[in-house]
């Protein structure tokens, strides 16, 4: 089993930045890709970033690319979301995923553990 706890969401202008990170426990981190998705209310949840487990691969969703960068310290069992240029359409609950396969994947159905996530909320 692995947990996942993300932290670092709240309430930022528009034009602010944040950064998330999702903390893992369990079973060995480093052989895990990493994902970050948000779900906005009445939306389904959406892919924003995924990185492979030794961070060589990285992929970015449209929406977020140029703005949000994803990072990983295997030795501290954390992944990171910097989000800079925040708008309000990224207002949304976010969370880490991981993959039990060293493969970044986009597609929600590939992760095995989902942390709780975090609250991001951007005011115009």
């Known amino acids: 089993q692995v947990q996942l706890v993300e932290s670092g969401g709240g309430l930022v202008q528009a034009g602010g930045s944040l950064r998330l990170s999702c903390a893992a426990s369990?079973?060995?981190?480093?052989?895990?890709?990493m994902g970050w998705f948000r779900q906005a209310p009445g939306k389904e949840r959406e892919f924003i970033t995924t990185?492979?487990?030794?961070?060589?691969?990285?992929s970015y969703a449209d929406s977020v690319k140029g703005r949000f960068t994803v990072s990983r310290d295997n030795a501290k069992n954390t992944v990171y979301l910097q989000m800079t240029s925040l708008k309000p359409e990224d207002t949304a609950v976010y969370y880490c995923?991981?993959?039990?396969?060293?493969?970044?994947?986009?597609?929600?159905?590939?992760?095995?553990?989902w942390g709780q996530g975090t609250q991001v909320t951007v005011s115009s």
């Open positions: 990185i492979s487990w030794t961070g060589g691969t990285t």
């Open positions: 369990g079973r060995t981190f480093s052989r895990y890709a």
């Open positions: 995923a991981a993959r039990i396969r060293d493969i970044a994947s986009a597609r929600l159905y590939d992760y095995d553990y």
